[in-house]
């Protein structure tokens, strides 16, 4: 059973930058595909960006050129910065981690809210 903890995410004006991050529990955090999802009020949860165990990178058409997650295997963490932020980026953000399709754990969520 692996952990996940968000931290981060809060109050965002319009135009404005936040950064998200989540620590795994368990040492075998570099063998995990690492995922940011998100859940607007309303609507279905989104994937937002993900990173593979070798490092690539794929993103939502909305996260591309704006966001950039990246990963700190020597500190079980994942981060997503998120850049020129809007009001339709309000969502609670989530940390996803995949070993096998059947082998996915979630973290509890942080909200973003952007006001502009």
């Known amino acids: 059973q692996m952990q996940l903890m968000e931290s981060g995410g809060g109050l965002a004006q319009s135009g404005g930058s936040l950064s998200v991050s989540c620590v795994a529990s368990?040492?075998?955090?570099?063998?995990?595909?690492m995922a940011w999802y998100r859940q607007a009020p309303g609507k279905n949860r989104e994937s937002v960006a993900t990173?593979?165990?070798?490092?690539?990178?794929t993103y939502a058409d909305f996260a591309k050129g704006r966001f950039t997650i990246s990963r700190d295997n020597a500190k079980n963490t994942v981060h997503l910065q998120m850049t020129s932020l809007q009001p339709d980026d309000t969502a609670v953000y989530y940390c996803?981690?995949?070993?096998?399709?059947?082998?996915?754990?979630w973290g509890q969520g942080t909200q973003v809210t952007v006001f502009s």
């Open positions: 996803n981690a995949r070993l096998l399709p059947t082998i996915s754990y």
């Open positions: 368990r040492g075998a955090f570099p063998m995990y595909t």
């Open positions: 990173i593979s165990t070798g490092g690539t990178t």
